[in-house]
């Protein structure tokens, strides 16, 4: 597969300082390992055109990718290996947001397992629907990457133009073959076991911003406290998305709103609505209900 020219638009190494270069090389060897990853294998001569560089650095960077053992060159061509993207993804840092515009058939979209949710076949079709019906053309939408959701983005009809925001490697890739919409990154340090970007520079990156939506997800609620999840720093993004964010929609299993977690992220009325499965626990919908929250079930 041919690496399609607007992969990362703007990408280019001339004109700037010399520290912006060294940033540029950084995302450059970053961009490379994914795409070689995502197709198998890429070209000197098809990089160098992506990025607006010579056939000299890409060259450059093959011998620095397979040094650390990320990629195998042959004859001009780089080759994946893939015992090592974890090791590269752990060492780097994406110092500022990447916009990944017009792509048309750059990468192949990675499948999610079916049912990561638990739900049956019907029940992700009823959510991919609720969900549906909540956005609309020319919105700009955060959107998390927790599996169920992942999974339902994935089965969504066109729904015209957006422009979606966030802060998962993964959802990112599902997202950049559709032309309707214009995928942006915050800069962060990415975590290579939940491909995402992590740090304080994807807060200050995602307060530039405001939301009509805020598509997200929960690991555990409390009638009394509201929400909660594992992670602290999900919990701090959480938070500043909800803040930016004209309206929160959280997208959660039934069972997930009667589990208990650690880091807290808001109160009851921190989502404007709630799609869950028909099983929800009938206590916890009438709390949610009585707080202002709209709760739809699949």
């Not at 940033?23 to 070689?36: D, F």
Request: avoid cysteine; charge should be negative; glycine fraction near 6%.
């Amino acid at each position: 597969m041919a690496v399609n020219d607007s992969l990362l638009s703007g990408v280019s190494s001339q004109g700037l300082s010399s520290e912006d270069r060294m940033k540029s090389a950084i995302e450059r060897r970053m961009e490379i390992v994914n795409i070689v990853g995502l197709q198998g294998k890429a070209h000197v001569e098809e990089l160098a055109k992506l990025f607006n560089v010579s056939g000299s650095t890409i060259r450059a960077d093959f011998r620095f990718l397979e040094k650390g053992g990320f990629i195998v060159r042959s004859h001009g061509i780089a080759i994946i290996n893939k015992g090592a993207v974890k090791q590269f993804s752990k060492q780097q840092t994406i110092t500022s947001p990447i916009e990944i515009n017009d792509v048309n058939n750059a990468v192949e979209k990675i499948n999610v397992i079916d049912n990561l949710s638990g739900n049956n076949e019907q029940v992700d079709i009823n959510m991919v629907s609720l969900l549906a019906a909540q956005m609309s053309s020319n919105e700009t939408v955060y959107i998390d990457g927790s599996p169920l959701i992942r999974q339902l983005v994935q089965r969504l009809p066109r729904l015209g133009k957006l422009v979606v925001l966030t802060n998962s490697i993964n959802l990112m890739t599902d997202l950049v073959t559709d032309l309707d919409k214009q995928v942006i990154l915050p800069g962060g340090i990415v975590n290579p076991e939940s491909m995402t970007l992590t740090g304080s520079q994807v807060e200050a990156s995602l307060r530039r911003y405001r939301f009509n939506k805020a598509i997200i997800s929960i690991d555990g609620f409390n009638t009394q406290m509201g929400y909660f999840v594992k992670s602290e720093f999900a919990a701090d993004i959480i938070r500043v998305v909800a803040e930016i964010s004209q309206e929160v929609i959280l997208v959660v299993s039934a069972n997930v709103l009667n589990d208990s977690s650690s880091f807290w992220v808001g109160d009851k009325n921190m989502a404007s609505t709630v799609i869950t499965e028909q099983h929800l626990d009938t206590q916890v919908r009438t709390e949610l209900e009585k707080s202002g929250v709209t709760v739809l079930t699949a």
